[in-house]
Every structure is written in C-alpha cells, then in structure tokens.
C-alpha cells in the first residue's frame, strides 16, 4: 500500500511562491507516474502537473504552465510542487497523487490509485 503525505501549503500574496512537498512511502515507484490535483470550494478536482517516476517527463495544465514546476527526488521518495508568481485563482486544496501503470490519460483524476490528504494554498490578491 502506497502513503502520501503533503505539506508545504499556506498562506502567500498574490506574486509570491511556494513550495509543496509529497513524501511517498510503501513501495517501489520506479514505474508509476506522480500527479498534483487541486481543487477549489464549489469545482471539481483538477489536474495541474504529473511527473514520471522513471525518465522524470513532465506534464502541466495550461492555467499552470511557466509558473510551476513539477520534480521529483527518488533517493527521498518525494515529489515536489515549485509554485511561483501565485494568483488568487491558485487557491485550493492542493492534492498529490500517484498512479500505476495503465490505460488512461495522466492529467484524468479517475486514473489515479492513491491519494495524499491535500494541503491548503490560499493566495491573497
């Protein structure tokens, strides 16, 4: 069974950045694929990055793209969320999650098999 755990949330102004961490445990990764979701009060959940374990290919949504960066750390079985020039539309609960390999498409919230318990950015304008 795979644990995700996030941290790194908070509150920024509008302009700023910040950096979310997902620490993975209970199991090799080596072929999974590590997605960040979000989700406001009243939306639907939403892809905003993935990131391959092996070969580290990354994947944004437009509405992320420029801003953010996706990376991850194999020796700390961690993956980050590099959030910069923040805007108060980027306020939501902010979710890891990882996924094995298999039919459907990485930025599709149905594909992934674990979840972290989300972490809180609120940007303030």
């Known amino acids: 069974q795979v644990q995700l755990v996030e941290s790194g949330g908070g509150l920024v102004q509008a302009g700023g950045s910040l950096r979310l961490s997902c620490a993975a445990s209970?199991?090799?990764?080596?072929?999974?694929?590590m997605g960040w979701f979000r989700q406001a009060p009243g939306k639907e959940r939403e892809f905003v990055a993935a990131?391959?374990?092996?070969?580290?290919?990354?994947y944004y949504a437009d509405s992320v793209k420029g801003r953010f960066t996706i990376s991850r750390d194999t020796a700390k079985n961690t993956v980050y969320l590099q959030m910069n020039s923040l805007k108060p539309e980027d306020t939501a609960v902010y979710y890891c999650?990882?996924?094995?390999?298999?039919?459907?498409?990485?930025?599709?919230?149905?594909?992934?098999?674990?979840w972290g318990q989300g972490t809180q950015v609120t940007v303030s304008s």
């Open positions: 209970g199991r090799s990764f080596i072929t999974y694929t």
């Open positions: 990131i391959r374990w092996s070969g580290g290919r990354t």
């Open positions: 999650a990882f996924r094995r390999p298999g039919a459907g498409l990485d930025f599709d919230v149905n594909v992934y098999d674990y």
